[in-house]
């Protein structure tokens, strides 16, 4: 049976922001064909202002938190207790002194179900002061080497790189690749995301599917997402 498994945040949406209108409508044409399955490091509140309550309730299930939040419609199937260790909290605090970017926006670390977001420019940022830090980044490659250096410290918990500015952080193994666990050898799934390369919160999903012999979808944005999906409604 065809399983469809989507990341939201530049897969299904462009960064931060809502769906498109004429996707959206496609989306809820698709779930009603296939079973789709949403996984993203928002939470719940997050990923119903993206991709609208339609889409969301007409998933089969959603895994917020990169799994560590878990919903069916309105019902919450599983949340994961884990809290960000003291001394972590400390490295990461360091790193946004010793950040040579000059902007910083507040609320750098932001706590969710069982992972914790981190960002050098900070969550209260606005569309334009992201898209100077992403080009920022994409020359100091700063968070794949927080997310190194992060990783070499504290080896029971994992850092990767998550949407434009972030760094998401969980326990080891409370990746998005827990949620292969949900699904059967027997089904075919199909993967799509952005952020599959090493670094990438997509990559352990990836691997994962891959794994069992299912399909993965690199893509480039919900543009290059909604053509690949036209594939499978002709």
């Not at 469809?4 to 922001?17: A, H, N, W």
């Not at 970017?101 to 069982?114: D, Q, Y």
């Not at 075919?188 to 994962?208: C, Q, S, T, V, W």
Request: net charge negative; charged share 30%; glycine share 6%.
């Amino acid at each position: 049976m065809k399983k469809f498994i989507f990341d939201v945040d530049g897969t299904l949406t462009p960064s931060r922001k809502q769906i498109d209108l004429s996707f959206e409508v496609f989306m809820i044409k698709f779930c009603c064909k296939y079973d789709v399955y949403l996984v993203t490091g928002s939470d719940r509140k997050k990923t119903i202002d993206q991709v609208g309550l339609d889409v969301y309730n007409r998933s089969k299930r959603v895994y917020n938190c990169a799994g560590n939040d878990i919903y069916e419609r309105e019902n919450l199937v599983y949340r994961n207790p884990w809290t960000l260790p003291e001394d972590a909290k400390k490295f990461l605090l360091d790193e946004l002194d010793y950040s040579q970017f000059p902007l910083k926006t507040g609320n750098h670390i932001e706590e969710r179900p069982g992972c914790i977001n981190f960002s050098i420019l900070g969550r209260n940022a606005l569309l334009e002061e992201r898209s100077i830090y992403k080009e920022w980044d994409e020359i100091h490659n700063e968070r794949i080497d927080i997310a190194d250096r992060f990783n070499l410290h504290f080896p029971d918990l994992f850092a990767f790189v998550g949407g434009e500015t972030g760094v998401d952080i969980s326990s080891k193994g409370s990746d998005k690749g827990q949620i292969i666990r949900d699904f059967s050898f027997d089904d075919e799934l199909h993967f799509f995301g952005d952020r599959m390369d090493k670094n990438g919160n997509d990559y352990p999903l990836a691997m994962a599917v891959q794994k069992r012999d299912g399909y993965t979808y690199h893509v480039n944005d919900w543009e290059d997402t909604r053509t690949r999906l036209e594939l499978f409604t002709e």
